[in-house]
């Protein structure tokens, strides 16, 4: 069972910088996407950025230009820096790996979750 473990969510200021980190505990066949989600209070969880194996990445449209994913194979571990960040950035922020079958975007393509971990942008 790969566990998800991430680290590096905090508070900041509008047009500040962020980087999340997501280190999984194993490789595993099935966790050809890597990447994150976030929900902010009373909203649906949605994709954020994604990576695959082969370092083709997805981003949705309202980060493009300001946030980047990357990742380190022999360390398991993806990362997600965040720059210009907005009060709109403000939630918890899920790392997820799986095969993406459903869609890059689609939570139901993602069979392991990290815990969370919490960004706040205030203006």
């Known amino acids: 069972q790969v566990q998800l473990v991430e680290s590096g969510g905090g508070s900041v200021q509008a047009g500040g910088s962020l980087r999340l980190s997501c280190a999984a505990s194993e490789y595993d066949d099935s966790a050809y996407f890597m990447g994150w989600f976030r929900q902010a209070p009373g909203k649906e969880r949605e994709g954020v950025a994604f990576i695959s194996t082969l370092a083709i990445t997805y981003y949705t449209d309202s980060v493009k230009g300001r946030f980047t994913i990357s990742q380190d194979n022999a360390k398991n571990t993806v990362y997600l820096q965040m720059n210009s960040l907005k009060p709109e950035d403000t939630a918890m922020y899920y790392c997820?790996?799986?095969?993406?079958?459903?869609?890059?975007?689609?939570?139901?393509?993602?069979?392991?979750w990290g815990q969370g971990t919490q960004v706040t942008v205030s203006s």
């Open positions: 997820a790996a799986g095969r993406g079958r459903y869609g890059v975007m689609n939570v139901r393509s993602y069979n392991y």
